[in-house]
């Protein structure tokens, strides 16, 4: 994992620390983590425009040689920035489940709270 996928892990575990204390604030524990799930956050700052530019150099180099009769196999730096793109959005994926399933505990600890009639538990 790069400094950067570590930072953002380290970023997107701090928030995922403090869930469970702004969920017991509020009475929705999805509220915080809704945001993080937006597709702009999970993909900001992977993919680049000259990620894009690559991808479409090769389609175009590809349907050239489909023309011709061959292939054309994709550049190593496709092929290396794929990877990447791969692992961050693997890592990202990841944090994000572990906050759902850290929202999801919430909301049943509520749930079983509510039906008990008892008051929140401290830690």
């Known amino acids: 994992m790069s400094a950067r996928s570590m930072i953002a892990a380290a970023a ?26 937006n597709p702009k956050f999970l993909l900001q700052g992977v993919i680049r425009d000259e990620d894009v530019a690559l991808l479409f150099a090769h389609l175009r180099a590809a349907l050239l040689a489909s023309y011709e009769g061959r292939e054309a196999p994709p550049p190593d730096a496709l092929k290396q920035r794929a990877e990447a793109i791969g692992d961050e959005l693997r890592a ?14 919430a909301a049943a600890k509520q749930a ?9 538990a401290a830690r």
């Open 12 to 37: 997107l575990i701090g928030l995922a620390c403090a869930a469970p204390a702004h969920a017991e604030q509020k009475s929705d524990p999805f509220a915080q983590i809704e945001s993080l799930l």
């Open 92 to 105: 990202r994926g990841a944090l994000a489940g572990l906050l759902l399933l850290m929202a999801f505990e």
């Open 112 to 120: 079983v709270r509510e039906a008990l009639g008892d008051a929140p």
